[in-house]
């Protein structure tokens, strides 16, 4: 894809904060999540809010670029954006009150921690309870909607992090390369070591007691 093409696709990309800001909401946040599906490791939720002028190029969902990429585009967000966000939900939390609520509390953790205050909410998806600001809920967001695919992108390459940090600790289970979903490899090995501290001792998976 070519610059031009690219801007194009940006441009459509923010089709959701220009008919927001044609309706006054200029300061449009919005917030995503990763980690709800992995076996192991937090779950990760952003709020970001950008300006509807600016265009980081290969803004994406974050599971349609490369690792690499979403580390460049992670910074490019962090030098462009108005205000982002990120909160950490760890293990015992999700295994103690499941993670759907656990992911909910990232999301409106994440809004609260942001400098700027929105107008507008977002959110891939989902609807934040306890929140008084305006929100909707937007089915593919992280596809379709730009500051919700910036979200997707901080969530993302913060929980990587972590799981890199997390490999070097248990390097028995490649959390390196498997992030703690659950491939072939991860379960094979889940088999053979049993759980570390980091897995969900509430997720079940087929074939396997964890």
């Known amino acids: ?18 008919k927001l800001k044609q309706k006054g909401y200029t300061l449009v946040a919005g917030v995503d999540e990763a980690g709800r599906g992995p076996l192991a490791g937090p779950v990760v939720a952003a709020a970001t809010i950008l300006a509807v002028d600016t265009q980081i190029i290969d803004l994406n969902d974050s599971k349609k670029i490369s690792e690499k990429k979403r580390e460049k585009v992670y910074e490019d967000i962090k030098k462009n954006v108005i205000a982002y966000a990120f909160d950490v939900i760890d293990v015992e939390y999700i295994d103690n009150y499941n993670i759907l609520n656990s992911t909910l509390i990232a999301m409106k953790n994440a809004v609260k921690k942001l400098s700027v205050t929105p107008e507008y909410i977002l959110v ?35 929980r990587d ?11 028995q289970y490649g959390f390196l390369k498997n992030k703690g979903y659950g491939t072939k490899e991860h379960i094979k090995s889940i088999k053979k070591y049993g759980l570390c501290p980091i897995h969900r001792r509430s997720f079940s998976v087929k074939g396997l007691n964890i």
Not at 1 to 18: H, P, Q, T, V
């Open 1 to 18: 894809m070519d610059i031009k093409e690219e801007r194009a696709r940006l441009l459509k990309l923010y089709n959701m904060e220009r």
């Open 124 to 158: 891939d998806a989902l609807r934040i309870p306890g929140i008084v600001i305006p929100q909707e809920p937007v089915i593919h967001g992280d596809s379709i909607c730009a500051c919700i695919a910036a979200a997707s992108i901080v969530a993302k390459v913060e």
């Open 161 to 171: 992090r972590i799981m890199r940090k997390y490999d070097m600790d248990f390097p």
